[in-house]
């Protein structure tokens, strides 16, 4: 048995080089299953578990993440990757406490780990702890000024907080290290919303449309932003993309009913209104 073992193990070592070319390549299926037979030939190999979690974490698949990284942790609990891609996980799924323990976990095991602090900032902006996020990013940004993501998140936070102008330029320098991040722009747009800057909204909210067209939300919002400057045929035109792409958003159909009726078209306007108050529209 312990000739078969010793076979076993560079084998199992050839499959997880292998599973790791795929994964750097975008390949997560077959990374998946080069990451499963190493496992199966040596089921103490916990990097195995590890890198299969971050595999199925690319795809999307939380609780199968979750179960090979709680495995990983198991076999190594000074594995901090583990904890910071559980924790990622647990993010991902809404859960801010787990997530924050983990990302804890992480920084402990490695006080240097700037992506864990980003992301525990992530965790607590999205908890309301807008303070603490804003510490974390912070420290994120003082160990790696370009990480992108410990600015987008400290904006959040600020513009949570309602300091727009630190909000505009973090999301800025956001956008200047991934300016494919139409996120950042959509929500810089909203900062510049809530100053009156309906221009430089507007064009922050085209910017992440030209970056993902699918973009529903950015349609409505730059609806929103027409409205206010009373143009109402490009507002109505924006509301209508949005429902197009999400034809459940009874807050879209009840700002283009709205549009409508300042355009004096009463009988789109109330039926509009009518398909809002179906979808259980709740102003805020």
């Not at 076999?75 to 991902?92: D, E, I, Q, T």
């Not at 804890?104 to 607590?124: F, H, K, Q, S, V």
């Not at 999301?171 to 100053?195: C, F, I, M, S």
């Not at 309906?198 to 730059?222: F, G, V």
Request: overall charge positive.
């Amino acid at each position: 048995m312990q000739d078969i073992a010793q076979l076993c193990r560079p084998r199992a070592k050839e499959l997880l080089d292998r599973g790791l070319a795929f994964y750097e390549s975008g390949d997560d299926d077959k990374a998946i299953a080069d990451f499963t037979e190493a496992i199966r030939l040596d089921p103490r190999f916990g990097l195995s578990y590890c890198v299969r979690g971050e595999a199925y974490r690319a795809k999307g698949d939380w609780d199968r993440a979750i179960a090979d990284l709680t495995e990983a942790i198991r076999l190594n609990p000074k594995n901090g990757l583990a904890y910071w891609s559980r924790g990622k996980s647990y993010h991902a799924k809404g859960d801010w406490d787990r997530a924050i323990a983990d990302l804890t976990e992480a920084i402990r095991l490695d006080p240097e780990y700037a992506e864990a602090y980003c992301d525990r900032g992530g965790a607590y902006a999205k908890k309301g702890e807008f303070d603490k996020a804003v510490g974390d990013c912070t420290e994120a940004i003082r160990l790696d000024p370009q990480l992108s993501e410990a600015y987008h998140y400290r904006a959040w936070a600020f513009g949570n907080k309602g300091d727009y102008d630190k909000a505009i330029a973090d999301y800025t320098k956001a956008v200047q290290l991934n300016p494919k991040d139409a996120l950042a722009y959509h929500n810089r747009g909203l900062a510049y919303g809530y100053k009156g800057d309906y221009d430089k909204e507007i064009a922050d909210y085209t910017n992440a449309l030209r970056l993902n067209p699918e973009y529903a939300q950015a349609y409505s919002d730059r609806g929103v932003a027409y409205q206010y400057k009373r143009d109402y045929d490009r507002a109505i035109a924006d509301y209508t993309q949005a429902i197009r792409l999400n034809a459940k958003d009874a807050r879209a159909y009840h700002n283009r009913g709205t549009a409508y009726r300042k355009k004096g078209d009463r009988a789109k306007a109330a039926a509009d209104f009518a398909q809002a108050e179906r979808l259980r529209f709740k102003p805020r």
